[in-house]
């Protein structure tokens, strides 16, 4: 989606905003149920020169719908002029194609997800230094659980504050290789780092342990390892006939890239004082 002031070149600045003045129509809270087809007579030459007949399926339009801003759903039938083409993403381009009634054996296979995995690299006071909150862990009144330090001989001593400024800035491609140097390796990437994040990542355990962990966030240092993966994975329809149902397993050689990489992570973060 891009940014507030189009730096990052998204689709919204670029490929639609291309499309828009070329006289494209853009339908927002629309659905696409089903491309249309229909079946055409064809001929070609086999490989002796003989001319064969044959019949071939071609998409010719689009079946979905529509919400208005008042709730009312419509129905919407699209012929194409030239050609249909289906840019649902990899989850639910496979989804559409099989609602459709398309049979290629390549359909919904081959996902490749490059599989994260987030490092976190905590640059506070150590545990010693820190005094735990008084209560017990289910205790979420106001003015407690805060955590008290005697750790402060300067206000920002030990603040990474990793949700200020631009984010994937630097890149590490140390691990790009993989271990057997395939070219199927990882990079470490620092990501985006808001406290909205990491509150939607951590466990809830209780009250208190969640508030002390997301005030250890603003000494934290998070690295992500990012792998090309030679695994691949199957998408389906679930029973609903409409959503994607991911199939994945990373395999043998894919997890030992990651664990070479995570290992390195950990590495890098100690090294820089973690």
């Not at 919204?12 to 055409?40: H, W, Y």
């Not at 979420?140 to 504050?161: A, F, L, T, W, Y």
Request: positive net charge.
């Amino acid at each position: 989606l891009g940014d507030r002031y189009g730096n990052k070149q998204g689709g919204m600045v670029t490929f639609l905003a291309d499309a828009c003045q070329s006289g494209a129509k853009i339908l927002p809270d629309c659905r696409a149920d089903r491309v249309l087809t229909e079946r055409n007579n064809a001929s070609y030459l086999d490989e002796g020169g003989t001319r064969r007949s044959t019949t071939r399926t071609r998409a010719v339009g689009v079946m979905g719908r529509c919400t208005l801003q008042g709730g009312e759903e419509i129905y919407l039938k699209i012929k194409a002029k030239r050609c249909v083409v289906s840019s649902c993403g990899a989850l639910n381009t496979p989804c559409l194609l099989l609602r459709s009634g398309f049979r290629n054996k390549h359909i919904g296979r081959h996902l490749h997800l490059h599989p994260v995995t987030p490092v976190l690299g905590y640059y506070g006071p150590s545990s010693s230094e820190t005094q735990p909150s008084k209560g017990n862990g289910n205790d979420s009144s106001k003015g407690k659980g805060d955590r008290v330090s005697s750790h402060s001989s300067s206000p920002m001593e030990g603040m990474i504050n990793g949700y200020l400024g631009a984010p994937m800035t630097s890149v590490s491609n140390q691990f790009q290789h993989g271990p057997d140097y395939s070219g199927y390796g990882a990079k470490l990437e620092c990501p985006s780092s808001h406290a909205g994040l990491q509150g939607a990542a951590l466990p809830w355990l209780a009250p208190l342990d969640f508030k002390n962990k997301l005030l250890m966030w603003k000494d934290s240092a998070l690295l992500i390892v990012l792998q090309r993966d030679r695994s691949e994975g199957r998408i389906t329809l679930k029973g609903d006939g409409f959503s994607p149902k991911v199939e994945y397993r990373l395999n043998r050689e894919d997890k030992r890239s990651m664990t070479a990489a995570l290992e390195g992570s950990v590495r890098l973060l100690v090294a820089g004082g973690a």
